[in-house]
Nanobody, 116 residues
Framework: QVQLVESGGGLVQAGDSLRLSCAASGRAFSRYSMGWFRQAPGKERSFVASIDRSGENTFYTDSVKGRFTISRDNAKNTLYLQMDRLKPEDTAIYFC?????????WGPGTQVTVSS
């Protein structure tokens, strides 16, 4: 069991950067592979990036490769998503999640809005 809460969202202009954080409760964080998902207005939730338990392996959806970086600090029980060169199409609610492939644990989300 793990509880998750995201932070770091906001309103930015195209080309700007944001870093999202996901704080996990307890001492079990390092036992889970983690991921970021997003849901744009009127669209289904979609996968953004994932990272394994050690942080050695990462995976990204094609639309964010080269712009976003997922990382984790197991000592701080925190997952990060560094987002650079943001585009209006990145506008969405961003969620962190734990434990693929079922992704049983989710945070409430944080809003990212990118204006043109």
């Amino acid at each position: 069991q793990v509880q998750l809460v995201e932070s770091g969202g906001g309103l930015v202009q195209a080309g700007d950067s944001l870093r999202l954080s996901c704080a996990a409760s307890g001492r079990a964080f390092s036992r889970y592979s983690m991921g970021w998902f997003r849901q744009a207005p009127g669209k289904e939730r979609s996968f953004v990036a994932s990272i394994d338990r050690s942080g050695e392996n990462t995976f990204y959806t094609d639309s964010v490769k080269g712009r976003f970086t997922i990382s984790r600090d197991n000592a701080k029980n925190t997952l990060y998503l560094q987002m650079d060169r943001l585009k209006p199409e990145d506008t969405a609610i961003y969620f962190c999640a734990a434990d693929p492939p079922t992704w049983d644990y989710w945070g409430p989300g944080t809003q990212v809005t990118v204006s043109s």
